[in-house]
């Protein structure tokens, strides 16, 4: 999975949206990550310094979007811009869904039983310029419905309230726990007993790089 880093077009805007030592976790975890030149040039980050973290620096715009599968960005881009990527792009597959529900066998392929054509990628994901994936390593969140090997649909844009189910990378560790705010603390939650909660303390580096809003499941 590509993502892209762009560089800022408002006015006095002088953040960037993902910082060299950010773009080394992401391809420490497998992603490839290209930045627009000159991207962190306002927040003191050169091109050298992205290309030091492992991202590839491109200038043409158009190149960068060309086949980014997820693009970050302080403001949301303009949809010019994401003409130009691979994620208002993609392929849409409808399917049918049918409005019978079932219990055990499948519904009658009769005409007045068919409720519309669903496309997966717009039921599941939203907002495509802040969504990525994720695939589940572990047994931690099961009793939340989440399972080995599941695949998460992350949504950047959301905003961590308390209780959601969260992706956190924990002193360089990406790990999926439900998110629990109590009297000034952070705890991340597991949903398994065999588990402890991890309470967040001053020395831990952690950062939430989005909510999950759904678990594709493999039987």
Known sequence: MKIAVIKERRQFEER?????????????LGFKVSVQSEAGISSSYFDSDYKSSGAEVVKSEKTLLSD???????VRP???LLKLSSIDNQSSIKLPLYSCKISAGFPSPADDHLEKNLDLNSYLIKRPAATFF????????INAGIND????????SIKPAHGKVIIAVLDGQMTVKRLYK???KIILMPENDLYKPIEIE????MEIWGVVTSSVHFL
Request: net charge negative.
């Open 16 to 28: 960037v949206s993902c910082t060299p030592e950010i773009v080394k976790k992401f391809i420490n």
């Open 134 to 141: 994720v695939r589940v390593n572990g047994d931690s969140m």
């Open 149 to 156: 090997n599941d695949i998460l649909v992350v949504d950047r």
């Open 78 to 80: 303009d949809i010019k």
């Open 182 to 184: 109590r009297s000034g």
């Open 68 to 74: 980014a599968d997820l693009i970050f960005a302080i």
């Open 202 to 205: 001053d020395h831990m580096n």
